[in-house]
């Protein structure tokens, strides 16, 4: 491959996409640009066929890669760390300075004598975070271009070899990379010599199996080496001893889809967009009880006012905001009052949260904040890998005092040892799983505790959800008998004529929340106290 | 032998002369064996660890470590609820708890008929149209309980 092939293949391929436009469905999640969306990672989403090769090329693709093979590696090192592009998967750690520490390490060696490659690039496509899928519409959208960005990293710090990991729940995307894969070897653009410019590098495939933990770094290493995943201990670190013991580093796929782009334009292009430490835009995954739901691309620094009322259009329902939950399992809960905060790495990690991968789900007045710690909790838990003790063991105590608040058997003693068991764990686990794993509990006790010890002391669970901790009460002076809680509740239990006030049966209530969902008139409330059959909830 | 090893020997033997000679064979050997086979009992598994030349006891501990591999046959459909942020706040307990009972069994059982086995997932990517549920490879968005029967019913 030449540039002048490259120039004629593009040539080719945007008059033939201008005539076939694109035929393929798009992602349901991925709607046009909306108004304050800027699209860098996902500008090709839904605009070429991800099975050719020749529609990325048309959109400038693999000219990036060009120009870098006419850079030394330490003008592109330069070049990424000027951008202040910082790593999308959760860290943000600067890749240009990952691969200046690998760079050194391959130095530092002697080169290998079998045969080997004497560095490895990684493209960490796990994206175990449930509720963050943007790693997924890349891989499945636009899939050379994560393809030349890990070219680029590579010919930057030295590997030969690269691996992408994708989950097995991926397998569209999957599908999409053995596409692309062969596609760009036949035209030169992985392989050996690719440009003539005597840079060797290929790409593998590898499947993950369904463990969140596979995501962080050096359990990757491991998965892909056939092992458990399970996390070493630092130093040293995978840039100067990762997979088989050589230079590694790992980026993300959102992290290494920016790179071309940050080739092609510029790196001040990049640092113009975002705030002063976070440049450049994130992609987030807006979903919970928010009416226009689904991915977007940003810039740094928009506040959560922005993304939820103007983007997301609000909350769904007419209700409340209660709290936006950021970076997953590990992230935190954030209240009303950091609506108007910027979003970027610090200021989310001072909020007690992280930028994470970029979930981000709205909850309403109905969303119990200790229950909802209660389920991270119980994620992590199942996630944890066993290796390390506080992560381990100290989860499996939360999540049982967690279980326990949500059933009316919360004490006093429980609210301290809750306190005293964050502290720890955060503290002496080994990786950032366990580390963080506290985070969802933390930030909901700081932001929400009236709500745990309303659980605690009332034994009643304000939001109404914790089965058996509430119960439901018409109010007479709101509701005006118009009778729809009557047509739907199940177990026929209320009672009362037409426009005349309605009553609950409450000995036989089974508390299925079906009536307080649908009146129209917020003329059902939320009163302390069982009732007989309130059932407790099941439990996984 | 509680298992016919003996149905796609031969594309298992292919199967891991190709994949042992590149590092770290063991998951993806374990992932096309599992498509083959449909589950890794511990003959399969034992196979494995031969043709690879690595202890039993390292198969073993990669198949219960990783969620996605299986020891015990799974139902023809596979329905997956997911239990993501999304879902779950968007209610897919109840529809858990629906599913249960329709099916009689608990999320990670299999009907004793083998038509269906009930497994609980972390997000599916359709978290905008919550709650889902994914059976076999479609998937079903916005489920209320009482459609969860007629969805069901769908898959012979
Ligand atoms: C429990 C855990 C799960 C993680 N999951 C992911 C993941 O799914 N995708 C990802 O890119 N990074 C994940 N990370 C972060 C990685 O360890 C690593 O920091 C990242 O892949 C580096 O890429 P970046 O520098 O481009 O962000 C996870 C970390 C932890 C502790
Ligand atoms: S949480 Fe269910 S699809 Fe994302």
Known sequence: MTLKELERIRAKAQKELAVRGVEISPDSELKPPRPGEVRVVLRNCGQIDPERIEDYIAKDGYFALYKVLNMTPEQVIEEAKRSGLRGRGGAGFPPGQKWFFARQAVASRPAPADGTPPAYLICNGDEGDPGAFMDRAVLEGDPNSVLEGMAIAAYAMGATQGYIYVRAEYPVAVEHLQTAIPQARRLGLLGKNIFGKGFDFDVDIRIGAGAFVCGEETALIDSIEGRRGEPRPRPPFPAVSGLWGKPTSVNNVETLANIPQIFLNGADWFAGMGTEKSKGTKTFAIAGKVKNAGLIEVPMGITMREIIYDIGEGILNKKKFKAAQTGGPLGGCLPAKYLDTPIDFESLAAAGSLMGSGGLIVLDENDCMVDVARFFMDFTQDESCGKCPPCCLGTKRLLEILTRMTQAEGTAEDLQTIEYLTENISTTSLCALGQGSVNPVVTTMRHFRDEYESHVYKKFCPSGVCKGMFHYEILADVCNGCGVCRKKCPDKVIKGDKKVVHEIDLPNCIVCGDCYKACKFDAIAIRPGPTPKSRLPERR | ?156
């Open chain 2, 1 to 156: 032998m509680s298992m016919d090893l003996l149905a796609h020997l031969q594309e298992l033997d292919n199967l891991i002369t190709r994949e042992k000679p590149k590092g770290g064979a063991l998951i993806p050997v374990l992932h096309q064996a599992q498509e083959l086979y449909g589950y890794l009992p511990k003959e399969l598994q034992d196979y494995i660890a031969d043709g690879l030349g690595i202890p039993q006891s390292n198969v073993y501990g990669v198949v219960t470590f990783y969620a996605f591999f299986t020891t015990k046959p799974r139902g023809r459909h596979r329905v997956g609820l997911c239990l993501g942020t999304a879902c779950y706040v968007r209610g897919n307990t109840k529809n858990l708890e629906r599913l249960s009972r329709e099916l009689g069994v608990n999320a990670g059982e299999s009907t004793p008929d083998l038509r269906y086995s009930l497994e609980v997932c972390r997000c599916i990517g359709l978290c905008s149209k919550a709650p889902a549920i994914m059976i076999d490879k479609s998937v079903h968005s916005k489920v209320q309980p009482d459609q969860v029967a007629e969805i069901l019913s769908r898959y012979e």
